[in-house]
Structures are given as C-alpha cells and as structure tokens.
C-alpha cells in the first residue's frame, strides 16, 4: 500500500494538514507581526508545498480537508451577529453607506472589466476576481454562481485585503478622505476585514463602520455583480 | 449544552438557506439567503442575540480555517493562471484602489452635505 492510497482512506489527514498549516501561519505572524504574512497565505503555501514534495494529490488531501469547509455557510450566516449589532449605526447613516458602496461595488466590476479586457484575459478569470473586495466567505459563493475559480477568487481577495492594510492609509490621504465614517467605509468596502483591522487603528466611528461596510459589500455584491456578469 | 443549541440554530438558518437557493431562482449563495434570514430574525426579536452570539463569535474568529481547502485548489488551475499572474495582481491591485477611492469620496461628499443640512436647521431654529 502506498502513502497516497492509505491517505486517500484517512478520514483525519487533510484537516490535520490544514489546521497544523495555519497553526504554523498564526505562530509566524504574531511573531512578525507583519500583514503580508498572513496565516491563511502562508498556510496555503505550506501545504501546497508539502503536496508537491511528497507526491501526495490534491484530491487525497481535498477529501478530509473539504470537511473543513462545510462549515463555510454557516459562518457566513454568523456575519448576521455583526451586522445587527451595528444596527443603530447602519439606521443613522442609511443613505451614505447605501450610496457609496453602491458607486464602489460598479466601479469594482467596470474597472476589472477593462484590465482583464485590456490584458486580454478570458471571461472566467474576470468572474474569479468580480467578487475579490468582499469578505472570502461570501466571495466564494458568488465565484461558485459565477463558475469562477475558487482558488483564483481567496488569491484576489486576499490581494485586496493585504493592500488595504499596508497602502489603505497612504490612499486615504492621497484621495484626501478625511471624513471618519468615509474612511471606514472605504476601508471595509475595498478590504473586507484585513482593511478593517487597520480601521480600528484609526479610531472607534472608523471601526465601526469599516466592520458594517463588509456585510454590506458582501450583500450588494451578490446583487450587481451576476448582473453585470449577465450583461457581457 | 447551550453552544449546541446555538450551534443547532446556525446550522438550522444554513438549511432554510439552502432551500431558498435551490427554490428561487436568483443566483443568490445559500449562505447569503441565510445571512439575511439571521439578520432578519435578530430584527424581528424571533431569535434573541444570546441565543447565537457565542457560537457566532467563535466560528468568526477561526474564520480563515474554512478557506484553506478552495484555496489549495489553485494548483489544479495553474495551467489557467500562468503567464498571467502579474496581470492578476494588477487587477487585483487597481480594483481595490478604485473601490476605496470611490466609496470613501462618495460617502464624504454625502457627509459634506448632510452636515451643511444639519447647520441650517441650527440657523433656522
């Protein structure tokens, strides 16, 4: 019997891979502290790399690791408990957190629709990046309506999130938004929650309303984004 | 015994949610159904907030946990990414500065307005 038959049988490896890989991600990046290294990437590359040495496949380890992600739709109905304990901030600015990641969410889909024309990429990786600047638990399940690339969409969405964090600030000023509920907004429309992370530097009105612009994005995305698609 | 209930509670949203997405006909995710339909119970004071916030709070903080797996996947899609991964990365990049940039101006100019709103009323009072 080899290594790949008796793992393809094990009910346990693919989610102790998967967990003991982010283990190894979580450790670094409190040592570091850096936001580039973040757990669920660096975990990715462990045991994609730990695949690719051992000779073991992606369906051996996609069999109990899939375990994991059973649990991705209740976690995102989870994302209810946030929003509705931001309710009374959502209520008093209805029409400017409506509005703006309305203009954001087309902006999203119009600006991704003219790169990946203008590289010359084709319709599936277009609908793999449509739903990148929201949170990767609903990302996922707009890429799957959209036949995108799961793997493809986490990559984007992680790229969003990451650059909210390190460059978010630097915009901000270069944009000169200065407004807290704006910043917030921003934060948390264009980088889900590693965007949010950073919004809670910036103070209490910021964090708040970056935390409440991911559910949002989430929503609306689920909204436009299918259209916009339907329409090409 | 309390965290299975609410647990129970979650998974049973879950359910309802994949039932709307296999019965209506919207390109909706069923976690999106189920989104909603929690938010909706939470309003409505059906389901009260100590009857999910735990479990809530738990499975949100180990959230990434859940996407390793589709994330592993990319290496059956390499064929299709390479050569443009770069072009990825700026698009990932550009798309993620226009948002910011678009929805951070938008809500300060609707701020900008409601404020000079909110001064008249003063003036007028």
Same mark, same amino acid.
């Given at each position: 019997m080899n290594l790949n038959d008796f793992l393809a049988e094990s009910v346990f490896f693919g989610i102790v891979l998967s967990l003991a890989a982010y283990k190894i991600g979580f450790e670094i990046q409190r040592k570091y =502290? =850096?936001?580039?290294?973040?757990p669920l990437l660096i975990s990715i590359v462990i045991i994609i790399s730990f695949l690719l040495v051992t000779g073991v496949s992606y369906e051996t380890f996609q069999k109990g690791a899939s375990r994991l992600s059973y649990f991705l739709t209740p976690v995102t109905v989870c994302l209810a408990v946030p929003l509705y304990k931001q309710l009374q901030v959502l209520k008093e600015n209805v029409a400017a957190i409506l509005i703006s990641i309305f203009l954001g969410c087309l902006s999203h889909a119009g600006i991704l629709i003219g790169i990946t024309a203008a590289f010359g990429m084709d319709k599936q990786l277009l609908f793999s990046l449509?739903? =990148?600047?929201?949170t990767t638990a609903i990302a996922l399940g707009v890429s799957d309506e959209l036949g995108g690339i799961a793997g493809i969409t986490v990559i984007g969405v992680m790229v969003a999130g990451i650059s909210g964090a390190v460059v978010g600030p630097v915009l901000l000023k270069l944009f000169r938004i200065r407004d807290p509920i704006a910043q917030g907004l921003a934060l948390g429309s264009s980088a889900h929650a590693i965007g949010t992370s950073k919004a809670v530097e910036l103070g209490e009105v910021q964090a708040a309303m970056s935390s409440l612009a991911i559910v949002v994005t989430g929503i609306m995305t689920v909204v436009i984004v299918p259209w916009v698609a339907g329409l090409l | 015994m309390n965290y299975i209930f609410q647990l129970a509670l979650i998974l049973g949203v879950s359910f309802v949610g994949e039932l709307l997405n296999a019965v209506l &006909?919207? &390109?909706?995710p069923a976690s999106v159904y189920g989104l909603i339909l929690l938010f909706l119970l939470l309003c409505s004071k059906i389901v009260k907030l100590e009857q999910v916030e735990q479990v809530a709070g738990f499975m949100i903080s180990v959230m990434p946990i859940f996407f390793i797996e589709p994330t592993v996947g990319i290496m059956n899609s390499y064929g299709l990414v390479k050569g443009k991964i770069a072009a990825l990365f700026i698009a990932a990049f550009l798309s993620f500065a226009a948002v910011l940039a678009v929805t951070g101006l938008t809500a300060q100019a609707i701020m900008k307005f409601k404020n000079k709103e909110k001064g008249r009323e003063h003036e007028s009072e």
């Open positions: =502290k =850096k936001v580039f290294l973040n449509m739903p =990148k600047s929201i | &006909p919207f &390109p909706i």
